[in-house]
């Protein structure tokens, strides 16, 4: 009995957290258009097809809501009307590279994200075509996934703002705010709302107890020192505001439905706290020096390789008990 209450302990969070991102969905539906049902749609499909073969093979009732989280968060990070195809393969490699690989219950990395980097290594070209704001209707956005060769709108596509800052070499950043489409108020146009959207939804399941503070506080709190401290004011040179990085890209998702997966995750409270402090400062420096405008995806999996020896040194630091 204690064994089937923790199953639907652990049943019942993964429904919390489907519903926790309603929010940021919806966002993104008025900032993108039906991409992003159709890319949820697709994924969730794909999900729940890949998670019923593997459990027939294993001869297994599936009663597992994480597979439909993970492709929900896929979804959701992978670029609105990108080939259906993409999202797809994405998913697929994410249940059976990431999860079912390990035995489907004690994976090492989050799944989401190996799917993810997998596309964004594969495929680098569709998986960095982000829609300008309001996307495309329903029938345009359909023959977009499905390369129907429909009429889709000229210029649908548009490079984000972190790509934008990224390649700057001459703008200043008053100047690429007052000039450059992708940029909005103080971070890039809509994903300022689209996290703060997703912030509501982690809001909830921290109320809930879904999950604690310390791996959110710490990515985010990570992310807003190394920003603040290599931040350089307004100049071409600039890598972007605390705030900027804080409601630019997958921030908030990240923060409170990535770092936070439990299995992959740190399991200890300290651990927890310094697995999310990395995360924020690998995700500022990929984003910052790397190849990629946002860096989650590999923080995240880097930070998983390092999750053993998290966990030994935040017993290392907890106190002796004396006799």
């Given at each position: 009995?204690?064994?089937?209450?923790?199953?639907d302990?652990?049943?019942?969070a993964?429904?919390?957290?489907l519903?926790?991102?309603?929010?940021?969905?919806?966002?993104?539906f008025?900032?993108?258009g039906?991409?992003?049902?159709?890319?949820?749609?697709?994924?969730?499909?794909?999900?729940?097809?890949?998670?019923?073969?593997?459990h027939?093979?294993?001869?297994?009732?599936?009663?597992d809501?994480s597979?439909l989280v993970s492709?929900?968060?896929?979804?959701?990070?992978?670029?609105?009307?990108?080939?259906?195809?993409?999202?797809?393969?994405?998913?697929?490699s994410a249940l059976?590279l990431?999860k079912?690989?390990?035995g489907g219950n004690?994976?090492?990395?989050?799944?989401?994200?190996?799917?993810?980097?997998?596309m964004?290594?594969?495929?680098?070209?569709p998986?960095t075509?982000?829609p300008?704001?309001?996307?495309?209707?329903?029938?345009?956005?359909?023959?977009?996934?499905?390369?129907?060769?429909?009429?889709?709108?000229?210029?649908?596509?548009?490079?984000t703002?972190?790509?934008?800052l990224?390649?700057?070499?001459?703008?200043?950043m008053d100047?690429?705010?007052?000039?450059?489409?992708?940029?909005?108020h103080?971070?890039?146009?809509?994903s300022?709302?689209?996290?703060l959207?997703?912030?509501?939804?982690g809001l909830?399941l921290?109320?809930?107890?879904?999950?604690?503070?310390?791996?959110?506080?710490g990515?985010l709190?990570?992310?807003?020192?190394?920003s603040?401290?290599?931040?350089n004011g307004?100049?071409?040179?600039?890598?972007?505001?605390p705030l900027?990085?804080l409601l630019?890209?997958?921030?908030?998702?990240?923060a409170f439905?990535i770092?936070t997966?439990?299995?992959?995750?740190?399991?200890?409270?300290?651990?927890r706290?310094?697995?999310?402090?990395?995360?924020?400062?690998?995700?500022?420096?990929?984003?910052?020096?790397?190849?990629?405008?946002?860096?989650?995806?590999?923080a995240?999996?880097?930070?998983?390789?390092?999750?053993?020896?998290?966990?030994?040194?935040?017993?290392?630091?907890?106190?002796?008990v004396s006799?």
């Open positions: 009995m204690p064994a089937l209450d923790v199953v302990r652990q049943q019942q993964l429904k919390h957290v519903w926790a991102t309603a929010p940021g969905v919806l966002a993104m008025w900032l993108y039906w991409g992003v049902l159709i890319n949820l749609l697709l994924a969730c499909t794909c999900a729940l097809l890949v998670e019923a073969g593997v027939r093979l294993r001869r297994q009732s599936v009663s809501a597979g492709a929900t968060l896929l979804a959701l990070a992978l670029p609105p009307y990108c080939p259906w195809w993409l999202c797809v393969a994405a998913v697929a059976l990431g079912h690989l390990f004690q994976n090492p990395f989050n799944p989401a994200m190996v799917g993810y980097a997998l964004l290594v594969t495929f680098p070209q998986m075509h982000w300008a704001s309001h996307g495309m209707d329903l029938l345009a956005g359909l023959q977009q996934v499905f390369g129907l060769h429909g009429n889709a709108p000229d210029a649908w596509a548009q490079a703002a972190l790509d934008a990224r390649i700057n070499k001459s703008l200043t100047e690429l705010f007052a000039s450059h489409p992708a940029f909005g103080v971070a890039g146009r809509g300022e709302w689209v996290n959207a997703f912030l509501a939804g909830f921290l109320h809930r107890r879904v999950f604690s503070w310390h791996a959110p506080v990515m709190g990570s992310l807003f020192v190394i603040l401290l290599c931040w307004s100049g071409s040179d600039s890598h972007g505001s900027f990085h630019t890209g997958a921030t908030m998702l990240g439905f770092v997966e439990p299995v992959s995750g740190a399991k200890s409270p300290q651990a706290l310094m697995f999310g402090v990395g995360v924020g400062v690998l995700t500022y420096l990929i984003r910052t020096w790397g190849g990629y405008p946002d860096g989650l995806a590999f995240v999996l880097l930070m998983n390789l390092g999750v053993p020896a998290l966990e030994r040194l935040a017993t290392l630091k907890q106190p002796a006799s």
